[in-house]
């Protein structure tokens, strides 16, 4: 449902783009004519990148099937072009129409009050029954993910009986990284120093989306959040002050950090996770030693979930005779295959990294190409929040262009570092939401001559009030 709703949208969008187009009109938001940037050019020369190299591993027209590690078919190409470019794509064309102020406005709080929604959610999931998620149609199992499947019920972590929120339709990972979004707009809510009024709702909503993202024990989440708040305090604090108050509060999360990982080592060491975030993206990377050119779209990351089987790794020491009651698990003693007995296992490839994803997929330039992108759209960001500062008045508003603007800067800061760790763009709610805000943030053209021109109220009757 969620890409026929966003292929609903990029209709609309190209229809206004067409008529705009034939009518001669020039970019609503820049006062120029649309024209193609780096960053557009990195995204299509990655699109057609990845159609070149899928057609020299898998013919199109195969049936969907599975041809191991050394290429797919059709079938995980298009998973591939969902992951991958979907979001992208959309992006491309988004940036291409106007935006109207009063839409940006009510995103920050949309976002604001979905996440206060998801956040109590998770909270509360925290202390109910499994019974109540079978109920719902979960899994009756805990901690297993099967692709043609429900999703299980939670996620324990490790051997302990310790529970991991998630949302409705994805795990603890996924909901973690979302949570990042709303964790932006408070965050700049509440640091936007000239912004006095509404601060206690916005505190509340940041401490109900702190404590749902601490219960999701995602740790890559939680690195993204702490360079977040890292980067909203330095903005929030004058500059002779700045260095002695970040240093202080890195190093208190550092000795709480610390504390944690030698009282509860299996809460937060995680040894079996963290050897997973190190070996999977050593395997990343000697499979594109071995395949420099790559092995096509959606041989890797989530994508390679599709149609393969579902398999966990064991400790050697564990006892696996658990799992004899799901016969479909594929179940591993360290290497060993020991369920079931009867075929080889054709397990996902996973890199536990979004580039090294793309580096598996697209080789070493797809891998490069990915950094370029990231830096590029960060680079960006910095320079046109730049821009915004230095006009008067601004920053004043309640919600404002700025808030848009420094919003997405923290959030795709705090992805594209947990993107180190995991395969942060899989999740439709992250890729979407945040290529939807960017396409708003950095729409093709400069953005200086919009923001100069007067912003139309709410009750304006003038053209840009009916933009998209």
């Known amino acids: ?23 001669g009109q020039r970019s609503a938001v820049s006062g120029q004519k ?63 129409v106007p935006w109207s102020s009063q839409f940006m406005d009510r995103v920050l709080r949309s976002i604001l009050i979905v996440g206060v929604i998801v956040a109590v959610y998770g909270i509360i999931t925290f202390f109910l029954p499994q019974s109540f998620f079978v109920r719902l149609g979960y899994l009756p199992y805990h901690s297993l993910y099967f692709s043609d499947g429900p999703i299980a019920a939670f996620q324990m972590i490790g051997n302990t009986t310790l529970r991991r929120i998630q949302s409705v339709m994805s795990g603890p990972n996924q909901l973690g990284l979302w949570l990042l979004i709303p964790l932006s707009v408070g965050l700049v809510k509440i640091f936007q120093r000239k912004v006095i009024s509404d601060q206690r709702s916005a505190i509340s909503a940041l401490v109900l989306v702190g404590i749902a993202l601490l219960l999701t024990f995602s740790r890559s989440a939680w690195i993204g959040a702490f360079a977040m708040v890292i980067v909203a305090l330095g903005s929030a604090i004058p500059a002779q002050a700045r260095k002695r108050i970040i240093v202080g509060f890195v190093s208190a999360i550092a000795i709480i950090g610390v504390i944690l990982l030698i009282a509860f080592p299996s809460v937060f060491g995680r040894l079996g996770s963290t050897r997973g975030h190190l070996e999977k993206p050593l395997e990343a990377i000697q499979i594109m030693i ?32 658990w799992a004899k009651t799901i016969p479909s698990l594929c179940v591993f003693l360290g290497t060993r ?18 580039y090294l994803q793309w580096g598996v997929e697209m080789g070493v330039i797809g891998f490069v190409l990915s950094l370029v992108l990231v830096i590029l759209v960060l680079r960006k ?7 915004l500062k230095i006009i008067s008045g601004i920053s004043s508003h309640k919600f ?30 992250v890729a979407y939401t945040v290529w939807v805000m960017l396409s708003v943030a950095l729409p093709s053209g400069t953005l200086r001559s919009c923001l100069q021109s007067p912003v139309p109220s709410s009750s304006s009757t003038s053209a840009d009030s009916t933009h998209t």
Not at 291 to 308: K, V
Not at 337 to 354: A, F, G, H, S
Not at 420 to 429: G, R, S, T, V
Request: proline fraction near 5%; hydrophobic fraction near 50%.
């Open 1 to 23: 449902w969620k890409e026929m709703l966003l292929g609903v949208i990029l209709i609309i969008a190209l229809v206004e783009i067409f008529y705009g187009m034939r009518s």
């Open 34 to 96: 649309v024209r193609i940037d780096s960053i557009d050019s990195i995204i299509v020369t990655s699109i057609v990148l990845g159609i070149i190299v899928s057609t020299f591993h898998f013919p199109f027209l195969a049936p969907p099937k599975l041809l191991g590690s050394e290429g797919g078919s059709i079938f995980h190409f298009a998973y591939g072009v969902k992951y991958d470019f979907l979001p992208l794509i959309a992006f491309l064309i988004l940036r291409r």
């Open 290 to 321: 071995a395949h420099p050119f790559g092995l096509g779209l959606g041989t890797a990351g989530p994508a390679s979930n599709r149609g393969t089987d579902a398999c966990i790794v064991l400790r050697l020491q564990d006892d696996p005779s």
């Open 337 to 354: 295959q020991v369920q079931p007995t009867d075929r080889i296992c054709n397990c996902p490839l996973l890199t536990e990294n979004w």
């Open 381 to 387: 960001l910095i320079i046109e929040n730049g821009k």
């Open 400 to 429: 404002s262009i700025y808030n848009l603007h420094f919003s997405i800067f923290l959030v795709f800061l705090g992805l594209s570092l947990a993107a180190l760790f995991l395969h942060a763009w899989e999740d439709a709610a």
